[in-house]
């Protein structure tokens, strides 16, 4: 019984984030300047920049120059490239058949977990007039 009235008071806790888009550009360059320029950042905005805002948290990142944006899933780039970012987008968990049109249109680069989806980008690439994907 205890248990359970300290799960029922602990989920309803009041949860405060404040995000401090200067101190995250700050953070940015702190790392930046910390591995060196021989080290590429991939600045993991997934989940909606965990709960922070993944389309203020990319500009904020773009601005710092980021080279690199990692999501989750087609559906987080999407929003991402609607609010006109350019940075390269990777989709850390991959892509299912039928979002390799959307992936290249975007020009995001999907993790491949089977070979074969080399080739559904390929064929996707061809379909939509680009002779290459990525680069």
């Known amino acids: 019984m205890a248990t359970i009235e300290i799960a029922k008071r602990a989920a309803t806790r009041p949860t405060w984030a404040e995000v ?18 021989g080290v590429t950042v991939c600045a993991v905005v997934k ?9 203020e948290c990319s500009k904020a990142l ?4 980021a080279t690199w ?7 987080e780039a999407i929003p991402l490239r609607e609010e006109g970012i350019e940075t390269r987008i990777l989709l850390m968990t991959g892509f299912w058949r039928g979002e390799e049109e959307e992936i290249v249109r975007l020009g995001l680069t999907a993790t491949i977990w089977e070979a074969g989806q080399v080739e559904l980008l390929q064929k996707a690439a061809a379909r ?8």
């Open 69 to 75: 944006l990692g999501v989750t899933s087609l559906d």
């Open 47 to 55: 989940a909606y920049a965990y709960g922070h805002g993944a389309v």
């Open 128 to 135: 939509i007039g680009i002779k290459r994907h990525g680069s």
């Open 62 to 65: 773009e601005k710092e120059g």
């Open 20 to 37: 401090s888009l200067p101190k995250l550009r700050e953070n940015y360059r702190t790392i930046r300047n910390y591995i060196g320029s």
